[in-house]
């Protein structure tokens, strides 16, 4: 399993590291997943710096194709990995629906993680109109097509199902629909047994037992969920204390 905290645009140095240092502390003791910390880009390193040595890693929410040059505001994955980022967020919807990202930037940016010696997670995930359609598996299909590298594999990417309305709204995919979806991303995935496929969406501690109990669901891509240390590390103890 794999808790991934997505802290999006929020904290500043002393909030932040406050809640880094309190997820370390308490993430230490004897939990059995992976526990992922993505600050926002300017405090990847402070954190990184405050979590050295515990079982927590840290990770970016978004990289650029590109390894350098003139692309100004952007952050290329080698900067992440030279800060001690282990993972790379890509193609999350906020970015995918603000920054007009498709599948073929999205498919280059995970390819830089790679290039950088990251794990991509890369985000796939339908709209509310998209599955009031019924066309929810046909849009997570072409996503998983065009945005995974040819070289993903369980080694260098993880998958994160975030259904679009899901995010931030309270509003969770009942367990039928995530375990369905789940199931359909599996089947498409080139590494079929053992590529992660982390659910996001409104995960929080009193629905994450059941969710991460779910077939194919390998753990969670937390948002608002993750700014609390004592949320946070209790959805990480429903995936570590099975
Ligand atoms: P949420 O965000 O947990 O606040 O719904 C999830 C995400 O966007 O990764």
Not at 16 to 31: K, P, T
Not at 88 to 93: D, F, K, Y
Not at 179 to 202: E, F, K, T, V, W
Request: hydrophobic letters at 45%.
């Amino acid at each position: 399993m794999l808790i991934a905290g997505n802290w999006k645009m929020n904290m500043t140095r002393a909030d932040g590291l406050a809640l880094a240092g309190a997820v370390a502390s308490g993430a230490s003791a004897d939990l059995d997943c992976d526990v992922l910390i993505c600050p926002p880009a300017t405090l990847i390193w402070p954190v990184a710096e405050a979590v050295a040595g515990s079982a927590v890693a840290v990770g970016g929410q978004d990289c650029h194709p590109a390894a350098h040059g003139a692309h100004t505001g952007d952050i290329a994955a080698e900067m992440l990995a030279d800060l001690g980022c282990g993972y790379a967020i890509v193609g999350h919807s906020e970015r995918r629906a603000d920054h007009g990202e498709g599948d073929a930037v999205v498919r280059a940016k995970a390819e830089a993680a790679h290039r950088a010696g990251l794990t991509a997670i890369v985000c796939v995930g339908e709209t509310g109109a998209e599955r009031d359609a019924g066309k929810a598996n046909e849009v997570v299909a072409r996503q998983i097509k065009g945005s995974l590298p040819a070289a993903a594999d369980a080694t260098n990417t993880v998958v994160a199902y975030e259904p679009v309305w899901a995010i931030g709204t309270g509003k969770t995919a009942t367990p039928a629909d995530v375990a369905d979806m789940h199931g359909h991303i599996r089947s498409l995935l080139p590494d079929q047994d053992a590529m992660r496929i982390l659910y996001g969406g409104s995960v929080k501690p009193g629905n994450a037992a059941e969710l991460l109990a779910l077939d194919d669901v390998d753990g969670a891509l937390v948002g608002g969920a993750s700014l609390k240390a004592e949320d946070f590390l209790a959805i990480a103890g429903a995936a570590g204390g099975a």
